[in-house]
């Protein structure tokens, strides 16, 4: 069974500085993907940054960035420069290839702080 | 560019009642559809998917079914509210081959009282 965890409930960052979100999983596939999900206030789920298994270079969106580290199974989210938008939920979230099951870890609340 | 709706945004039930709650995608044809469930501050549960018209998996066994009378709609149901039915409620699309991303909804929040 796949599994995703989050080992940090809550995180906090003064605005304009990086924090670095956690994130491990545990399966024995070898096609999969991983997401980070973030959930604001309205508790929307909006797509923070994809990444596919196999490639091996790190997802990047402007401020954010990941960095997958397959053989350890660590996917953890880097946030730079920090904005007051960016407090929020955070969600770690794998799914395998053939499967529709998309697994969620249990989440990090980040607060951005002035 | 695909958009999901969800109506409606919130909803005050009593135990015992009925319950619809209805999403819809446009935007894109024969997507993969799911049904997650998200109990205050905890993390999301998938209740059903589909891949397509009539096809319904339940990952869940409970008091709620689902159904898709049209390709891009999705309609969770409950004959008879309990009040552990209480949560946020979301929908999600993916199409395979084209994106393995899920892309969510604005959800409903549902009170049982």
């Known amino acids: 069974a796949q599994t995703v965890t989050q080992s940090q409930p809550e995180m906090s960052v003064q605005e304009a500085e990086t924090v670095t979100l956690s994130c491990t999983y545990d399966t024995s596939e070898n096609n999969y993907y991983l997401f980070w999900y973030k959930q604001p206030p309205s508790r929307q789920m909006i797509l923070v940054i994809r990444?596919?298994?196999?490639?091996?270079q790190n997802a990047t969106e402007n401020r954010f960035s990941v960095n997958f580290q397959k053989a350890a199974k660590s996917f953890s989210l880097k946030i730079s420069d920090s904005q007051l938008g960016d407090t929020a939920m955070y969600f770690c979230a794998f799914i395998a290839g053939t499967a529709s099951k998309l697994t969620f870890g249990t989440g990090t609340r980040l607060q951005v702080t002035l | 560019s695909q958009t999901i709706h969800q109506w409606p945004a919130t909803l005050v039930q009593p135990v015992g009642s009925p319950l619809s709650l209805e999403c819809t995608v446009e935007?894109?044809?024969?997507?993969?559809l799911y049904w997650y469930r998200q109990a205050a501050g905890r993390g999301l549960q998938l209740l059903f998917y589909?891949?397509?018209?009539?096809?319904i998996s339940s990952e869940v066994p409970q008091n709620l079914s689902a159904s898709r009378p049209q390709d891009r709609q999705f309609i969770l149901s409950s004959k008879k509210l309990l009040l552990s039915d209480s949560g946020f409620y979301l929908c999600?699309?993916?199409?395979?081959?084209?994106?393995?991303?899920?892309?969510f909804g604005p959800g409903t929040r549902l009170t049982v009282l």
């Open positions: 589909s891949v397509g018209i009539g096809q």
């Open positions: 999600a699309w993916r199409v395979l081959g084209y994106t393995d991303t899920q892309y």
């Open positions: 990444q596919e298994a196999y490639k091996q």
């Open positions: 935007g894109t044809s024969n997507p993969n």
